[in-house]
């Protein structure tokens, strides 16, 4: 039997998506995930920016996702 690895939760629904700014001083952009779409590896999402918009992105490396009410294992 081989190693157990662990893998990052995935997002889910009321998760939050951080983008990072892009310049200096510039604050990030939060968007609350309402949809999670795509396969694993591939998701992307839809989400309501601060302003009330609402898109669908798919995240690249500047993105990162804050899990609303999960604990993130170490």
């Given amino acids: ?14 998760d939050v998506l951080v983008i990072a700014g892009h310049h200096v001083g510039e604050a990030p952009q939060l ?3 309402l ?4 396969e694993p590896g591939h998701e992307h999402f839809r989400v309501r920016w601060e302003d009330g918009r609402e898109t669908t992105i798919y995240p690249g490396s500047d993105a ?3 899990h609303a009410g999960r604990k993130e294992k170490s």
């Fill in 1 to 14: 039997m081989g190693k157990a690895t662990a893998t990052p939760a995935r997002a889910a629904k009321s």
């Fill in 64 to 66: 990162v996702v804050r």
């Fill in 35 to 38: 949809e999670v779409l795509g």
């Fill in 31 to 33: 968007a609350e995930i």
